[in-house]
């Protein structure tokens, strides 16, 4: 019960149960395209999507293979133009040198690397690294240490604020590493936000805190807690699907 409990106050990142997908492949105009298909219960009609991770097919439990290959043949060229599309968007290896942007709070900053003693200066669209060890790895090591300080003030920051106008206290805020979480609330009244949420413009990040503050005191998605966001964030139903759609977009690793 526990864990179930512990799931439920959680807002996952979009992504799927491993248990829940199976990894299929079909020959689509001349290319094998691998896809993962998604079977359940409540769902009446086979659909389609694509993101980062490729072509995901959901679908009834009931539907044969083939229904499924005809679906997915009947929409080719719409499969092929898209994870051509999203081919174009993966993420750039990051190399950790100068010039490279980085997002933080959703503004773009240029990476700019000199030799000096060590200490790390946002001014303006620049983040400045003095470092006498230039090295890729030592860089990353700083920046991303840098990253998860400015996240556990910034957000510190917006529970405090948040936490007054709703009335709501956790007993502790904790930086998480989870690569499938932005955020969790604890029956024990601690929250953990993912430190990666710094990447994100700020009203995103709003929304995550005032979701896991609401949790606080309703422990589940009910209409009572929705009601509660929407206290604090009206347009939550827009930022939770700009979260789910474009923030893939300011992750760096
Ligand atoms: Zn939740």
């Given at each position: 019960?526990?864990?179930?409990?512990?799931?439920?106050?959680?807002?996952?990142?979009?992504?799927?149960?491993?248990?829940?997908?199976?990894?299929?492949?079909?020959?689509?105009?001349?290319?094998?395209?691998?896809?993962?298909?998604?079977?359940?219960?409540?769902?009446?009609?086979?659909?389609?999507?694509?993101?980062?991770?490729?072509?995901?097919?959901?679908?009834?439990?009931?539907?044969?293979?083939?229904?499924?290959?005809?679906?997915?043949?009947?929409?080719?060229?719409?499969?092929?133009?898209?994870?051509?599309?999203?081919?174009?968007?993966?993420?750039?290896?990051?190399?950790?040198?100068?010039?490279?942007?980085?997002?933080?709070?959703?503004?773009?900053?240029?990476?700019?690397?000199?030799?000096?003693?060590?200490?790390?200066?946002?001014?303006?669209?620049?983040?400045?690294?003095?470092?006498?060890?230039?090295?890729?790895?030592?860089?990353?090591?700083?920046?991303?240490?840098?990253?998860?300080?400015?996240a556990l003030s910034d957000f510190a920051q917006r529970v405090d604020h948040?936490g007054?106008?709703?009335?709501?206290?956790p007993?502790?805020i904790?930086l998480?590493?989870?690569?499938?979480?932005?955020?969790?609330?604890?029956?024990?009244?601690?929250?953990?936000l993912?430190?990666?949420?710094?990447?994100?413009?700020?009203?995103?990040?709003?929304?995550?805190v005032?979701?896991?503050?609401?949790?606080?005191?309703?422990?589940?998605?009910?209409?009572?807690?929705?009601?509660?966001?929407?206290?604090?964030?009206?347009?939550?139903?827009?930022?939770?699907?700009?979260?789910?759609?474009?923030?893939?977009?300011?992750?760096?690793?």
């Open positions: 019960m526990q864990s179930l409990l512990h799931n439920q106050l959680e807002l996952p990142f979009p992504t799927l149960s491993p248990a829940a997908v199976i990894p299929a492949a079909l020959v689509l105009d001349g290319q094998l395209i691998s896809y993962v298909l998604h079977r359940s219960r409540g769902r009446r009609r086979i659909g389609l999507s694509i993101d980062e991770r490729g072509l995901r097919v959901g679908a009834p439990l009931s539907a044969s293979k083939s229904a499924i290959e005809v679906v997915l043949i009947a929409h080719t060229r719409w499969i092929l133009d898209h994870l051509a599309q999203w081919k174009d968007k993966k993420k750039v290896q990051r190399s950790w040198v100068s010039g490279e942007n980085l997002m933080v709070l959703g503004r773009s900053l240029e990476l700019i690397i000199t030799e000096g003693p060590q200490r790390i200066l946002q001014c303006d669209h620049q983040l400045q690294v003095h470092t006498p060890h230039a090295t890729p790895e030592h860089i990353a090591t700083l920046v991303l240490g840098w990253l998860r300080q400015l948040y007054q106008k709703m009335q709501l206290n007993t502790d904790h998480s590493n989870a690569r499938s979480r932005w955020g969790s609330c604890h029956a024990s009244g601690r929250i953990q993912n430190w990666r949420l710094i990447h994100l413009p700020t009203r995103l990040i709003d929304y995550v005032v979701h896991e503050l609401a949790h606080l005191r309703e422990m589940n998605h009910s209409p009572a807690f929705w009601a509660r966001v929407a206290t604090q964030i009206p347009d939550f139903l827009a930022r939770r699907r700009e979260i789910r759609r474009d923030a893939h977009r300011f992750l760096i690793d």
